[in-house]
């Protein structure tokens, strides 16, 4: 079989149409064959929960490169419909909030463990002196942990809107762990994530509705959960910060130094 028309490229795949109302995630050759198993996986444990994500169906092998068929989802991404109707902020954003909720909702169990990967992640950042890495781990080692299922790369473009409802994608970077680090990570995406394949334009729009996007989305998630404490959230910022630092994304690690500076001199 060969693949159709290209609809989406990320940091890790390319995704293509495919036969009978399917999609095919097809990975990049660089790309682990861990990381493909692993999407496996989850795509298994989050078919016997009730979150709106599409179903996976099978692996192939196609023009020597691994890939996933998935059930196609029609609809644009959140971020997407954002950038074409920016009148929908807040009603989105909530949205947004409303889904990550729910997902942590469902057990973790199975799933690999957030605050290891944290872990490894900051003693990886290279980038930072050795004590300052010290100094995060000590912070992280200190937060509490948690057994809810993490999507950990959530925003508004895994988030298609189908006639159906919203659907999530994209579960590469599932764990079980604290609901709050997992809603750090996704404040510090909507803050200095890069949007892939946009145009210049879109990309200034997106830049200037960032921050609304994201007070509204913490707004609501901490309106549905008023348990949560805001000081533990803003203490899951720093390492969820240096774990994306070890990244080393294109645009985003100066901002990202001064962001982390912020926060260590802050206490």
Known sequence: MTKGQLLARGRTAEVYAWQDNQVLKLFYEWCPEEWRRREVETGRRLAVTSLPTPRLIDQVMVEGRRGILYERAE???????????????????????????????????????????????????????????????????????????CHFDFHPDQVLMTRRGPMIIDWMT???????????????????????????????????????????????????????????????????AVARLQERLPGEEGPLREFIRGLLQEG
């Not at 109707?85 to 690999?112: C, K, T, V, Y």
């Not at 946009?198 to 996007?213: C, Y």
């Open 75 to 149: 609809g644009p991404s959140m971020l997407r419909l954002l950038s074409s109707r920016p009148w929908l902020l807040i009603g989105l954003a909530r949205r947004l909030a409303e889904l990550h909720s729910d997902i942590h909702a469902q057990s973790g169990a199975g799933f690999g463990s957030l605050r290891a990967s944290l872990q490894a992640g900051i003693r990886d950042s290279e980038s930072l002196p050795a004590e300052t890495r010290q100094e995060v781990l000590e912070r992280l080692e200190r937060l509490p942990d948690g057994t809810s299922l």
């Open 174 to 240: 599932a764990f079980q762990g604290p609901p709050l680090a997992d809603v750090a990570r996704s404040c510090v995406l909507l803050t200095f994530g890069e949007a892939l394949d946009t145009g210049w334009l879109l990309r200034r729009l997106i830049n200037l509705l960032r921050r609304a996007f994201r007070g509204s989305y913490l707004r609501r998630y901490l309106e549905l959960h008023p348990e949560a404490s805001m000081a533990e959230f803003q203490a899951w910022m720093l390492p969820v």
